[in-house]
C-alpha cells in the first residue's frame, strides 16, 4: 500500500510499504480521509517521545472497513467508520477508573500505533476494544466525520472547564478547535462567546461560527474584554493556542470563581509562565488543563455533528491526495484555512 511515512525529523516519504495482514481481532480500514492536525506538524518537525520513526502519522481518521479478523463481532466488512486518536489501555489505574485520557501508557493511533496518512488503517485488538471507533452516521461524509477527533478533543475541554449555562466564554486562539469551541459552547449554555485572536486572518474566518465579540490579541484587549463583560471578566476561558503570553493573560481576564482551561500544550523549551497567585486566590479561580479525549467524547462528537449543532463541513477548506502531503502540510501550517484534509 501507499503510505506517508516519516522516516525523521522533516523527512516525511510517500512509499509503497508492505500491505498489513489482519490478525486475530484486528479490523482493517481503507482510510478514505485523515485530517492534518497541528500535532501532526509538530512531531514532523521536533519529534514525539511517543513516536517512533520510521512511523505513519495520523490521527484524525474516517474510513471503511474491508476486512476483519478472527473473532470481531463489533464490526463487519462494509462499516463505515470514525476513529479518534486515544486509544484507553483499559487496565491501568486511570483507565479503569474512567480517565483514559490521564492513562499511565496513553496509546494513540499516529503515535505508538500507525496513523491514517496511508492508503490503509489496521485497528489493532486493543484499539477495536478500547478505542474510539465509531460508525458514521449517514448524514456525515468520510472528510467530516474524521473531524470528529479534534471536536471530541474540544468537548472534553470544555466538560472540563465546567462550562455551564449563562456562562461567559472566552476563546484565545481561533485555530479549528477554537471554532469548534463557539459552536459547542453555545449549546452547551454560554450566552455570550468571545473570541481572541492574534492573527487577522484567522479572526476574519471564525467569524462564520457565530460568537458575539472578535478581537484581536493586542495591547487592547484586556480594556476590550472588561468592556463587554462590565468589567468582569469570563466565566470559563479555553486557551487553545500554545502561547505562555495567553495563558498569562487569561488570568487577568478572569471573573471571580472562573474556570480556565490551558487547553493548548505549549511547545517543549517554552518558558514558564508568571501569573498573580493573588488572582486566583481573590478571585477563587480554577486553573485546569486538558488533553485529548475519550472514545465517548468521540461518539459524542458524531451525534453532536448529525445533528447540526457544529457544522464541520465549514472547517475543511482544502483537501489533498496523499501524493500531495507535502504541500497539505504547508497549508495547515500557513495558516491560510482552517483544516486540511488528506484523501488517500
Ligand atoms: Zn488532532
Ligand atoms: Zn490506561
Redesign the pocket.
Known sequence: MKAAVLEGIDRLVVKEVPDYEVKEGEVLLRVRAC?V????LRIMHAGNPRVHFPQIIG??IAGEVVAVGAGVTKFQVGDLVAVG?DVPCGECFWCQNGMGTNCAINYAIGYQFPGGFAEYLLLNKLTVIQGAVHRIPQSLSFDEAALA??LA?AINGLEMAHLGVGDTLLIIGAGPIGCMMIEMGRHMGATTIIVAQRSPQRLEMAKHFGADYYFLSDEHLEEAIREVTDGEGADVIMVTCASPEAQEVSLRLARHRARINFFGGLPKGSRDISISSNLVHYKECTILGSHGSLPRHHRKALQVMERGMVHPANYITHRFPLTEIHEAFRVAESHQGLKVVVNP
Do not use: L, N, W
Request: negative net charge.
Open positions: 485530517a492536525c497541528g500535532s501532526d490521527h484524525e486518536a477527533e479534534p478533543c
